[in-house]
Nanobody
């Protein structure tokens, strides 16, 4: 059984930082592209960032480019998202996605497994 679990969310002031973590079990962790998405209340789930299986290629949504950094530690089966210079508009539930099926890695329809999410709230 595949399990994907996010952690690290919280309440932070604008300009602050948070690091999210995502652990995955039940599949071969270092075989798959993984990604972060987010969903604010009343909005569709949107892409944040994705990373190739070996961590060699990284992709970011324009809205977070230069502020967020995705990384992974394959021996620890963990994906990370370091978020700097946070803005109130970054407030959302953040989701980890695993087992990419091909196509654009920033396409939310291309993943088989999702976590339950971790809430990030940025106060102004």
């Amino acid at each position: 059984q595949v399990q994907v679990v996010e952690s690290g969310g919280g309440l932070v002031q604008a300009g602050g930082s948070l690091r999210l973590s995502c652990t995955a079990s039940g599949l071969i962790f270092d075989r798959y592209v993984m990604a972060w998405f987010r969903q604010a209340p009343g909005k569709e789930r949107e892409e944040v960032s994705c990373i190739t299986a070996n961590g060699g290629s990284l992709y970011y949504a324009d809205s977070v480019k230069g502020r967020f950094a995705i990384s992974r530690d394959n021996p620890k089966n963990t994906l990370y998202l370091l978020m700097n210079s946070l803005k109130p508009e970054d407030t959302a539930m953040y989701y980890c996605a695993d087992q990419w099926r091909g196509g654009s890695c920033l396409d939310r329809n291309k993943y088989n497994y999702w976590g339950q999410g971790t809430q990030v709230t940025v106060s102004s």
